[in-house]
């Protein structure tokens, strides 16, 4: 990489795009958000029906995906295509998990990624950043959050009511999620050695935001918040 980049990582729903975002456009660093990438491959693996491991191994290595420098972050085009909306839905969410564990997408991503930080300065999230596609990043954030905080916060993010029941089954879904993305055999969900950990579970996201950008200050990259 010939760009500075701060890598953000945390389990589903902890907070790392929002924070990720928010922290480059302070900085002036373009964001990365990793799941978009996955996410993508996953809504064509839906499309054309090909969710197994064989039926994608064939498909990946020719699907034209690249990076695309957006208004202060990095979107994804495929098969010359803006990805679009559609990302997000529950369908999609329900299936990235299985697709991102796939050995040849996550190398894929990781070329991909890695290409978006020989662009410019680069602030990365997802769940293997500071430990597998940028070991040598100049700040590592590992974000946490008790998980029916995160339940609750994605349900916001699907425009869902919070309900004790609602948040209850979401609650179930994401640790069902944190334990296939921690135990997959490539690339696990795991804290880098010298990632900073950062509990956002009673935080602010504007708090969030103020502690790394001290933190990056410290390291010079950037001025500390105000």
Same mark, same amino acid.
């Given at each position: ?107 894929? *991503?990781?070329?991909? &990624?890695?290409? =978006? @930080? $020989?662009?410019?300065?680069? !602030?990365?999230? #997802? ?81 969030? *935001?103020?502690?790394? &950008?001290?933190? =990056? @200050? $410290?390291?010079?990259?950037? !001025?500390?918040? #105000?």
């Amino acid at each position: 990489m010939s760009g500075k980049v701060i890598a953000i990582d945390g389990p589903a729903a902890s907070g790392k795009s929002t924070t990720a975002r928010r922290v480059a456009k302070r900085l002036g660093f373009l964001h990365v958000n990793s799941g978009l990438f996955y996410r993508a491959i996953t809504r064509v693996a839906l499309r054309e029906g090909l969710i197994g491991e064989s039926e994608l191994r064939c498909r990946v290595p020719e699907l034209e995906i690249e990076p695309v420098i957006g208004e202060g972050f990095v979107d994804v085009r495929v098969e010359g295509e803006a990805a679009g909306t559609g990302l997000q839905d529950r369908e999609v969410s329900g299936h990235v998990s299985t697709v991102s564990a796939y050995g040849f997408v996550r190398d894929r *991503v990781l070329t991909l &990624l890695r290409a =978006a @930080a $020989e662009l410019a300065d680069v !602030v990365c999230d #997802g769940r293997d950043i500071g430990s597998v596609v940028f070991p040598g990043a100049s700040l590592k954030i590992f974000l946490v959050a008790d998980v029916r905080e995160r339940a609750r916060r994605r349900l916001l993010d699907y425009q869902t009511d919070p309900s004790d029941e609602a948040i209850s089954a979401e609650a179930e879904r994401l640790g069902a999620r944190d334990r296939a993305d921690s135990t997959r055999e490539r690339a696990p969900l795991m804290r880098a050695p010298d990632a900073v950990e950062i509990d956002t579970t009673n935080l602010t996201p504007d708090a969030v *935001v103020r502690h790394i &950008l001290d933190l =990056a @200050a $410290e390291r010079g990259l950037g !001025v500390r918040a #105000g």
